[in-house]
């Protein structure tokens, strides 16, 4: 059997870019000097951009007062007697077997509970996180970091809970209270705390963490404002000619809309960074990258199932593409609604519809013909059918910000859920179909995208056709298109995908142009090369850079001179953004990747074995060592590294049944085909035949194991598989 005819392909496992949605990804290497600093950039203290952030409300004492005691406010506090709403007098709750103690220590707060080593251990509240409708604690560890305890308070029913109350959290999981998965500098720093840097050293493990404020304060939304302070004084000393934008890099109340909701997203979002710092009033693409919509995430319709927060959610909504803003529903500094109940909808949609919306039809909404429900019942209000909500973390409902309209008639296409029966649990999606066809008369329904989306996912006859349509449909949601786009990339030999990638890459849509950066990976260099090139030159960074990182994966690119300084530019531009992001593992795969790419492979094996002194039970970075530890001829190691994963992928990190069987096929479908390719041919169809029953519409599974099998003079199972 030829080298080539079982080389491991590595699908799914090693993407180049491991999106951690929270966190962020990054590439580091070790033979670049200008980019391997293993420090954060310059320090907050070092900066004069920041104002005090008490010295705000001297001037704005309204909107300060709005602020104050809002959960901005309250983000994060030092606990005191104020500020901690649990119950710490002498309480006790018991998670699968590990009991936790809570008391009062004077004006300290103390917990007893198993410790990183697996003992119980005593240890003291620092800090307390959020306020409702539950409040967790932070507490500091060695080497400067904070840990989120996973038993927090819940303030209404007043009582303590595990976040996660079904399974134990031994403390070798990432999920444990001390884990990197409850660290408080990657996970929640940068949204619970203003103008934060990580300050993380790669060489001591240690954090020196800075941040101008420890909540979320003026400075964190309308962005530095020593300038403007600056500006304040020379003003109140009567000066002239001090410009029309007051020092302020950002002042979300008079940007276009889209520019206020990109003001919020940061936080309100499942995104990764791709920036070193982000500042308040730049494009969110500079420095964010939103979750698409992917399966897991939201289902296909795009409705919220996972912990996605609100951006991706309000991107797919007719009033976001007819310029609704954050503000008009809630208050930017109190955080309240503008209004209670229906009420807050009646502000636009009713007798008297706002006259900056174009197309609002004058009509009173409030009553059963139009919601087919008693009035004042919960039926009857707006939120119930158009933002049905999704509780998190036990007990935290929030709500679906698409707005869309009920749409039981998709349920048996995609597999979504209604909120028809939703509330009627006794009957089905087909009921609640024809109840509102009957209501509606003979109006017709209009396609959604995510019929297509859902094609795509159950790889059906024709999905791909349906995918391109979607692809390049204008009228259709940024995000949906740019999900459809990245779904094309298993058909690109069918006729018409390239041509939708390519005709992707010149889109309008900045997602759509970073959907389709990613996926000319997947296509021949000579139609790839020159829209990347000229995408390497965009003016919004999370898509240049997604575009030299794909670029990065074709050798010998024909590149001019000025193209490829460029290109050289925008790779230092990617290695600086993501140089803040070195304490999590994805940062030194991404490292790994683009220096095998770049013919150093003494480079990407330091960065994945850095990677995996971070967290061992990282597969990935596993299997992308051993990838490149076979191509080097070391398979006896290549071979460890992959049985490795393969015991992480038993043991307890991973809970989805569908991820754990999808993995574990990729890494029995490599070790099947690198078995074979060192002549152990027996063990070779085991482990490929193990593969097949996990990956079994994969093509080139079956079809290795035909080979296999054919080599081993097994002619009549070889036909079958082949």
Known sequence: MSRAGLRPLWRGLTAGLVLVFSGAACERAGEEPAAESAQTGATIAASETYADPASCAGCHSEAAAAWRESHHDRAMEPATPETVLGDFEGTEFTHHGVTSRFRRDGD???????????????????????????????????????????????????????????????????????GPAQRWNIMCADCHSTALERGYDVSSDRYATEKVA????????????????????????????????????????SRSSREQVEACAPCHSRRHRVSGRAVPGEPFLDHYVPALLLPGLYHADGQIQDEVYVYGSFLQSRMYAHGVRCSDCHEPHGLGLR?????????????????????????????????????GSPGAACVTCHMPARTYMQVDPRRDHSLRVPRPDLSPETGAPNVCVGCHAERDAGWAAAALAEHRGTAELPGHFGEALAAGRGRQQGASARLRTLAGDGAQPAIARATALEMLGDSLSEPGSVDAIVAGSRDAEPLVRLSAARMLAGVEPRRAVPELARLVGDRLRAVRIEAARTLSGIPDAPLSS????????????????????????????????????????????????????????FVPARVNLANLLNAQGRNDEAEAELRSALEVVAGPTYRDDAARRETRGELEY?????????????????????????????????????????????RAEAEVAL
Do not use: M
């Open 339 to 375: 209004a209670e109940g229906n009420a807050l909808c009646e502000r636009c949609h009713g007798l008297e519809p706002d006259g900056r919306f174009a197309g609002l039809v004058k009509k009173d909404y409030d009553t059963r013909d139009h919601h087919l429900h008693e009035p």
């Open 108 to 178: 300290g707060f103390r917990v007893e509970t198993e410790g990183e080593d697996g003992a119980l251990a005593d240890f003291e509240i620092a800090y307390t996180f959020g306020v409702e409708p539950l409040q967790q604690y932070l507490v500091r560890f060695p080497r400067g970091r904070l840990q989120s305890l996973t038993v927090a308070w819940d303030t209404e029913r007043r009582r303590w809970f595990s976040l996660y109350p079904d399974e134990p959290i031994p403390p070798d999981d990432p999920l444990h209270w001390t």
């Open 214 to 253: 420890l909540d979320v304060s003026c400075q964190a939304c309308h962005g530095p404002g020593g300038a403007h302070a600056r500006w304040a004084e020379a003003l109140a000393r009567g000066e002239q000619g001090l410009g029309s934008d007051r020092g302020l890099g950002a002042d979300p109340t």
């Open 670 to 714: 490599s070790l099947g085909l690198l078995l074979a390719e060192t002549g152990r041919l027996d063990e070779a169809i085991a482990s490929l035949r193990e593969a097949r029953v996990r990956l079994g519409n994969r093509p080139r599974v079956h079809y290795n194991l035909g080979l296999a099998l054919q080599h081993r003079g097994r």
């Open 562 to 617: 000025e193209q490829r300084q460029r290109y050289a530019l925008v790779l230092d531009e990617y290695r600086a953004g993501q140089q803040a992001l070195a304490d999590t593992p994805e940062a030194h795969l991404n490292l790994g990747v683009l220096a095998a790419r770049r013919g150093r492979p003494g480079a990407a094996e330091k960065s994945y074995r850095t990677a995996l002194g971070l967290r061992p039970d």
